[in-house]
């Protein structure tokens, strides 16, 4: 793969899901991403890709690693941000997406979008012209995929014939972008949850697409035996999504899924061959205010914390972190690709 030509194929375009783009292009953003950290950590800066550039940051829910990674990533790389919050513009409640994105259009080169609908990221790229980047709608999460596939790059040195086990909420953005990234990079993605909280079979069916050309083996199932056997990475998330309200129907259902030691031992997977990931925000313990209120009034919770126990979260497994910090560097990967000057590209 020639990752500047991959990189310039993406030019001028908008970032809304995973399968808007070839298998070539998403691992080109992630091994960029890997680049850029690299430059940065040699020498202290990084390449003014969007030198002078103005880049809208609309966020229709609440975020601290994509707002970060946009602001800081911004700033790295020479643009000028500017954040919109959930509550205090007109947007929504006073003017259209389609009035909105055409004065974004006017006003900025580029814009990331955090909000409820697909559709909405369609018509804010239709009617803006410029490109949008999806920063997590109800059904994707792609910029949470650059970071993810790239940590699991870091960590294992390749991306094909590794098994990742998503548990939990198996319909959410982030199983999503999980089942069909994996499937596109050759990633053998199995998600495991209760029947009812299965992806829909359009998205297995287009993960099913891009694993036969990548080899991938993904899997859909309820047995927690069956698929995190064999796993190197288990990956959970909130079992209640931005947007959703439905705790108590939540926990009765994925209580069983809960990732503990007693899980990841029953991967079978060697020593060294085993991580936990997580997207976060994270309930593994009683120091926030709604895992807090969760733990006092679901007795069901024999222990704080949900979808994950604080052992597991803070044990050696854990790569939360690192994962969290490489949203940055790949969200200044997709900013870079797509608006960027790529004439000032060099390889790190
Ligand atoms: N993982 C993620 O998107 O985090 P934020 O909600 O903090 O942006
Ligand atoms: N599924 C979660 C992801 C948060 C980053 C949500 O949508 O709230």
């Given at each position: 793969?020639?990752?500047?030509?991959?990189?310039?194929?993406?030019?001028?375009?908008?970032?809304?899901?995973?399968?808007?783009?070839?298998?070539?292009?998403?691992?080109?953003?992630?091994?960029?991403?890997?680049?850029?950290?690299?430059?940065?950590?040699?020498?202290?800066?990084?390449?003014?890709?969007?030198?002078?550039?103005?880049?809208?940051?609309?966020?229709?829910?609440?975020?601290?690693?994509?707002?970060?990674?946009?602001?800081?990533?911004?700033?790295?790389?020479?643009?000028?941000?500017?954040?919109?919050?959930?509550?205090?513009?007109?947007?929504?409640?006073?003017?259209?997406?389609?009035?909105?994105?055409?004065?974004?259009?006017?006003?900025?080169?580029?814009?990331?979008?955090?909000?409820?609908?697909?559709?909405?990221?369609?018509?804010?790229?239709?009617?803006?012209?410029?490109?949008?980047?999806?920063?997590?709608?109800?059904?994707?999460?792609?910029?949470?995929?650059?970071?993810?596939?790239?940590?699991i790059k870091e960590n294992f040195?390749?991306?094909?014939?590794?098994?990742?086990?998503?548990?939990?909420?198996?319909?959410?953005?982030v199983a999503n972008s999980l089942?069909?990234?994996?499937?596109?990079?050759?990633?053998?993605?199995?998600?495991?949850?209760?029947?009812?909280?299965?992806?829909?079979?359009?998205?297995?069916?287009?993960?099913?697409?891009?694993?036969?050309?990548?080899?991938?083996?993904?899997?859909?199932?309820?047995?927690?035996?069956?698929?995190?056997?064999?796993?190197?990475?288990?990956?959970?998330?909130?079992?209640?999504?931005?947007?959703?309200?439905?705790?108590?129907?939540?926990?009765?259902?994925?209580?069983?899924?809960?990732?503990?030691?007693?899980?990841?031992?029953?991967?079978?997977?060697?020593?060294?061959?085993?991580?936990?990931?997580?997207?976060?925000?994270?309930?593994?313990?009683?120091?926030?205010?709604?895992?807090?209120?969760?733990?006092?009034?679901?007795?069901?919770?024999?222990?704080?914390?949900?979808?994950?126990?604080?052992?597991?979260?803070?044990?050696?497994?854990?790569?939360?972190?690192?994962e969290a910090g490489n949203r940055?560097?790949?969200?200044?990967?997709?900013?870079?690709?797509?608006?960027?000057?790529?004439?000032?590209?060099?390889?790190?």
């Open positions: 793969m020639n990752l500047k030509s991959e990189l310039e194929s993406m030019q001028g375009r908008s970032f809304l899901k995973e399968a808007d783009f070839t298998p070539e292009q998403i691992e080109a953003l992630i091994d960029f991403g890997i680049n850029l950290k690299h430059e940065k950590q040699e020498k202290g800066k990084v390449t003014p890709y969007l030198h002078d550039k103005d880049i809208v940051l609309l966020f229709q829910k609440t975020s601290t690693r994509t707002r970060l990674s946009f602001e800081l990533g911004g700033d790295d790389l020479g643009a000028n941000t500017a954040y919109i919050d959930p509550t205090s513009s007109q947007f929504g409640k006073k003017e259209s997406v389609e009035d909105s994105a055409r004065a974004f259009g006017e006003l900025a080169d580029g814009i990331e979008y955090r909000g409820f609908e697909q559709a909405d990221m369609e018509t804010m790229a239709k009617y803006s012209g410029v490109p949008v980047w999806n920063g997590l709608s109800n059904e994707w999460h792609p910029t949470q995929m650059i970071a993810d596939f790239m940590t040195g390749h991306l094909k014939g590794i098994t990742l086990a998503f548990v939990g909420d198996g319909r959410n953005n089942l069909v990234c994996g499937s596109m990079l050759g990633v053998n993605v199995h998600i495991v949850a209760p029947d009812s909280l299965h992806p829909t079979q359009e998205v297995q069916d287009l993960a099913n697409v891009y694993a036969k050309k990548s080899g991938a083996k993904p899997m859909v199932t309820s047995s927690i035996d069956e698929g995190v056997k064999n796993a190197n990475i288990v990956y959970t998330d909130v079992w209640v999504s931005m947007g959703e309200n439905n705790w108590e129907d939540r926990i009765n259902a994925l209580l069983p899924y809960q990732v503990n030691m007693e899980m990841m031992k029953k991967t079978g997977t060697p020593e060294g061959q085993l991580i936990f990931m997580h997207c976060l925000p994270a309930f593994h313990d009683k120091n926030t205010i709604k895992g807090n209120e969760a733990f006092e009034k679901y007795a069901q919770l024999k222990t704080p914390g949900m979808e994950v126990t604080d052992e597991v979260f803070r044990s050696k497994f854990g790569r939360q972190f690192e940055k560097h790949s969200i200044m990967a997709i900013m870079a690709a797509t608006l960027g000057d790529l004439n000032l590209f060099k390889e790190y």
